[in-house]
């Protein structure tokens, strides 16, 4: 995914020099930093007026990306920018030749995003090696809420 520019905001590719706005926005956002912009992951910033306002991740595998914090700042919600976010992330995955994205959330209405609940297994059966993943199993924990997967072929 390219820079892109919406009535919302410009979002753009995250570059290193962009991590602690990336770490400042999922912190503003609610959810955790952890593993954040690590290798083998890509992340984007969408800005409004130049301020970092959403980000969003993907954590790569074969065939198979995880969507990491589809965050946005409290001060910016309901403008419709997670969905920007999400459809976003959505369009690189299929671009990237993905064939299903999952995520955990606690939270949101994902069915109108087209994501079905799948048991956590799955995801840590197809990307084993996903810096999530990895996390909660070094960890010896599992993540909280719901696992849920689109199938983007």
């Keep these: 995914m390219t820079q892109t520019t919406s009535l919302q905001g410009q979002l753009r590719p ?15 956002a609610g959810l955790s930093p952890d593993a954040v912009m690590v290798v083998g992951t890509t992340y984007w910033l969408l800005e409004q007026d130049g301020q970092p ?4 991740g993907l954590e790569h595998g074969d065939k198979a990306s995880l969507l990491r914090g589809a965050a946005v700042v409290p001060s910016a919600r309901g403008q419709g920018l997670g969905r920007q976010l999400v459809q976003s992330a959505v369009e690189h995955a299929r671009e990237h030749g993905d064939t299903v994205l999952y995520m955990f959330s606690t939270g949101g209405d994902w069915e ?14 197809d990307l084993p090696d996903a810096p999530q993943v990895a996390h909660y199993r070094a960890a010896g924990t599992r993540p909280g809420g719901t696992t849920w997967m689109r199938k983007l072929s």
């Design 14 to 28: 995250a570059t290193p020099n962009d991590y602690a706005a990336v770490v400042k926005v999922m912190q503003d």
């Design 53 to 56: 306002v959403g980000a969003i």
């Design 112 to 125: 109108s995003f087209d994501f079905q609940q799948v048991p956590l297994a799955v995801v840590m059966g």
